[in-house]
């Protein structure tokens, strides 16, 4: 498993209430020891704590700087009820706009479910995601009534739509 959707996994079961050690015990057990590390934080040393005295001979010590903010990852996750049904990482720079949702996110969910629920028809599958404009989009319009998928209604930008919560 690579490190973006240990991360996602971590967080996910987070949010779900678990503790962090019974996260990191099942991480372990499913993909061996050396996968995960327990570590729970990351010291950074003062300049106080970095200054050091070298004679004219010597070249001053060289200290590696984290950079000011780290590369962030942006994730699209589809749940079902039993759990993740799609974890998405978008590449680093690219912008999501309602092209990319259908075509990465929703034609990837809707074949997973006719994987998973071949016996099951179309009709029976509803959408809970909030009405923001990319979401509501024409175009995304359209591709839900041709696969026959419904939208829960929701309020746009609503701060209580998450995983856990349904």
């Not at 950074?44 to 970095?50: A, D, G, V, Y």
């Not at 809707?110 to 995601?129: E, G, I, Q």
Request: net charge positive.
């Amino acid at each position: 498993m690579d490190k973006p959707c240990l991360h996602s996994y971590i967080k996910t079961r987070l949010l779900l209430g678990l503790i962090a050690t019974q996260t990191h015990n099942e991480l372990t057990t499913a993909y061996e020891q050396d996968v995960v590390s327990c570590r729970t934080h990351r010291r950074i040393r003062s300049k106080q704590e970095l200054k050091a005295w070298v004679t004219p001979e010597e070249s001053p010590l060289t200290e590696v700087r984290q950079k000011l903010f780290e590369e962030k990852t942006m994730f699209v996750m589809f749940f079902m009820t039993n759990g993740p049904l799609l974890i998405h990482q978008v590449p680093a720079g690219t912008p999501i706009n309602a092209i990319y949702y259908r075509d990465e996110c929703l034609k990837s969910i809707v074949k997973k479910l006719d994987k998973k629920r071949a016996s099951s028809t179309a009709n029976h599958v509803k959408l809970h995601h909030d009405n923001a404009p990319l979401h509501m989009n024409n175009i995304l319009v359209n591709y839900f009534q041709e696969e026959k998928i419904k939208i829960m209604a929701h309020p746009s930008y609503s701060p209580h739509l998450a995983p856990p919560d349904f």
